[in-house]
């Protein structure tokens, strides 16, 4: 096991991932492009949040869905749990690993701006977010307390499989993922390691009780999950989210070994799909990115953009 372990660590370090205990932070493509003076992902276009200044990050590597869709390197992670560090240990390892990450841009003048590296050396916004499922880590609750109490802003995107964390967690935006429109679709989409989707619909009705400013993030795939908007449209009810995020599959990483190019869908069909959506919710068409292949809809309840 040892050795298979170390075999893992080393793949997932060759593709970027910068290893903290159980948990993992990662520069995404938007970071790199941001600190270059270039674009800034769509949370930068939504909410505000400056691609250069985030923190890509996930407390552990652990997940209980094996989602078809998901580009993460999910398969290989063994199933385990234990040796948790407290929240502060893992959060300063994040940081850490995040500077020693964006350092070599400084050496790079011509290519970086200068402006913008400076902003990033201090860190803004931690997005939960990079791979596993972060309510795992028994202590999410004081973690997403930790990032805060430092001043900065925290997205924290769950799999909705742990509804008393998401009942517990007070981050600046929760997340929940809503990929599929029945329990059916759910088992067969997001592959879960057992049945889960009565504690996810659970989830959909904490995340309607939390004071954190809400959303649920919708990931379509032709021909898998990318049907009957009035099925999403009724569990989204029961969220009441302030915001829907309609995205596309993309085909990238891992989800090309269970999913072909034809499975992502065009910017027009998420417009088209979002457009259904806002007219049976009553949601507004907010914003959207074509590059991203995103949309976002909003009930009216929370302002777009957040202070950083």
Known sequence: M??????IKERLERQGYHLVAHGAVKPCLWLRRSIRGGDQCYKHHF???????C?????????????????????????GTGGWIEPAELLDGILFE??????????????????????????AHVAVSLMGEPTLYPMIKELVEEIKGRGMTAFLVTNGT?????????????????????????????????????????SLERVRDSPART???????RGL???????????????????????????????????????????????????ELSEILGYSLKDHVPLSRVALLSRGSANGRIDP
């Not at 040892?2 to 075999?7: G, P, V």
């Not at 967690?169 to 059916?184: D, F, G, K, M, V």
Request: aromatic share 8%; glycine share 4%.
């Open 2 to 7: 040892e050795h298979f372990q170390r075999e």
């Open 47 to 53: 909410y505000g949040i400056a691609s250069h200044r």
């Open 55 to 79: 923190v890509q990050m996930t407390p552990t590597l652990l997940c209980n869905h094996r989602c078809l869709h998901c580009w993460r390197p999910i398969d290989d992670i063994p199933p």
């Open 98 to 123: 995040q500077q020693r990450l964006i350092s070599g841009y400084g050496g790079a003048p011509e290519t970086t701006d200068s402006a913008r590296l400076e902003e990033a050396k201090s860190p």
């Open 162 to 202: 742990n509804p008393e964390a998401i009942g517990e967690a007070r981050p600046t935006q929760l997340y929940i993922s809503l990929n599929a429109h029945n329990e059916e679709t759910y088992r067969r989409v997001c592959n879960p390691s057992s049945n889960l989707w009565s504690r996810f619909l659970e």
């Open 215 to 221: 959303v649920a993030r919708l990931t379509l795939a």
């Open 225 to 275: 999950n990318m049907n009957d908007p009035h099925g999403y449209a009724e569990l989204i009810e029961t969220a009441e989210p302030d915001f829907v995020e309609v995205k596309a599959y993309m085909h990238l990483g891992s989800s090309r070994n269970r999913l072909g190019r034809e499975s992502m869908p065009s910017h027009q069909e998420v417009m088209d799909f979002a457009k």
